[in-house]
């Protein structure tokens, strides 16, 4: 996990204390990618098979491991990728799992039951709605589109109140985005989102709302003991807008990274453009 921060390295832009996250995929991404070549999984029902033995493998390589922590011996072979898995199965490793369809994200649930892993979030969850109570009683998170679906056959049966209807079971509801324009208005999705589900008669307040894009993200990335909300003793992680942030003409007038002031709209010297080459104007560029 990274922090926003001015860095030259991503070393130097890893959140302090964050835990590592693994990313997974449900449905039509490994059959395609795989099925492609001729390899498994080329079907859903072959992706949790070939998912299932993975695991199952993880378990018998975290044995030996533990066998030796305990007993001593021979140090058992290293393999990178078990490594990783291991880490999941002792937890130090959150699960972020790429799932469309109701009936695959309630697989996963049982998968991780079965192997004893935690899945942090659902990413993408066009049809979390559907399995919006399981998501609040295992404590799942889902990071949605505001109303984006459609583009491939699992993404057909979306609806616009998707985060607004997960939001009311009392499940962790996350606004996101794929798209690099779609990412720098966040606001604006969430306020699209909202305004979805006022529409069908779903009590939400803004505060509710902003959590969408604020504290519910950190908790899918277990940092919201650090950042997330505005507390004592948590990073000073500050935006002030100059107007409702939910308001489409809404911009930061002022940002704080851990308590320093980094951007303020009043301020040429505050007001830095991104741009990989040096000396060149960058896209977007206000001055």
């Known amino acids: 996990t990274l922090k926003n921060v001015p860095a030259r390295t991503a070393q130097g832009m890893k959140f302090p204390g964050a835990p590592y996250g693994l990313k997974m995929a449900c449905g039509e991404n490994p059959k395609r990618v795989y099925g492609s070549k001729g390899q498994m999984p080329q079907t859903r029902m072959g992706n949790i098979a070939v998912t299932r033995a993975t695991w199952i493998k993880a378990q018998a390589y975290k044995r030996k491991w533990d066998r030796y922590a305990k007993n001593g011996g021979d140090m058992p072979e290293r393999d990178l990728a078990m490594d990783t898995l291991m880490g999941v199965l002792g937890g130090q490793i959150l699960i972020h799992n790429h799932c469309y369809r109701a009936d695959e994200m309630a697989i996963m649930i049982d998968m991780a039951k079965e192997f004893g892993y935690k899945i942090t979030a659902f990413h993408h969850a066009v049809e979390a709605y559907k399995v919006a109570d399981l998501l609040a009683s295992n404590g799942i998170c889902a990071a949605m589109w505001a109303d984006w679906w459609g583009f491939k056959m699992e993404a057909y049966d979306g609806v616009k ?13 996350i606004v996101h985005s794929d798209d690099p324009n779609g990412i720098q208005r966040l606001n604006q999705e969430a306020a699209k989102a909202l305004a979805d589900g006022r529409r069908m008669g779903l009590d939400i307040s803004e ?14 990335l277990g940092i919201a003991d650090k950042t997330g909300s505005l507390k004592a003793g948590k990073m000073a992680d500050v935006v002030l807008w100059n107007a409702d942030p939910f308001d489409t003409y809404a911009r930061p007038e002022r940002v704080w990274i851990d308590g320093a002031l980094m951007y303020f709209s009043g301020n040429p010297r505050l007001r830095p453009v991104s741009d990989f080459e040096l000396g060149q104007p960058g896209e977007g560029d206000v001055k």
């Open 161 to 173: 109140e998707n985060i607004p209807l997960v939001d009311k079971a009392g499940a962790c509801a």
């Open 207 to 220: 505060e509710q709302a902003w959590r969408w894009l604020s504290y519910n993200p950190a908790k899918a």
